[in-house]
Nanobody
Framework: EVQFVESGGGLVQAGGSLRLSCAASGFTFDEYAIGWFRQAPGKEREGVSCINNSDGSTNYDDSVKGRFTISSDNAQNSVYLQMNSLQSGDTAVYYC???????????????????WGQGAQVTVSS
């Protein structure tokens, strides 16, 4: 079955860094684009970044451009999110999921429903 397991969250001071990991299984990893999403308290879940495992191309939400870097390892069926210069606004639960399209200028949206993992809590203190 399709599964996503997020890890690497934690508490960090503003300006600090964290690296999230997402282990995926249950599908042909390198044929799909994988994205990171986050949901802050009182807000809707939003797309943060995505990567096309077929060619390595990426897309980022404007709020994280220049600060976050997404990468993947097809051999490990894993995707990562290096988060630098963290701000209080980055506080959220972060999830990974397959995305429908991953192209610059397009909205990062999940392709499949019902396969969300537990997420990784990221808390940025100020």
């Amino acid at each position: 079955e399709v599964q996503f397991v997020e890890s690497g969250g934690g508490l960090v001071q503003a300006g600090g860094s964290l690296r999230l990991s997402c282990a995926a299984s249950g599908f042909t990893f390198d044929e799909y684009a994988i994205g990171w999403f986050r949901q802050a308290p009182g807000k809707e879940r939003e797309g943060v970044s995505c990567i096309n495992n077929s060619d390595g191309s990426t897309n980022y939400d404007d709020s994280v451009k220049g600060r976050f870097t997404i990468s993947s390892d097809n051999a490990q069926n894993s995707v990562y999110l290096q988060m630098n210069s963290l701000q209080s606004g980055d506080t959220a639960v972060y999830y990974c999921a397959v995305v429908f399209l991953c192209h610059e200028g397009t909205m990062i949206t999940p392709r499949w429903s019902g396969y969300w993992g537990q997420g990784a809590q990221v808390t940025v203190s100020s």
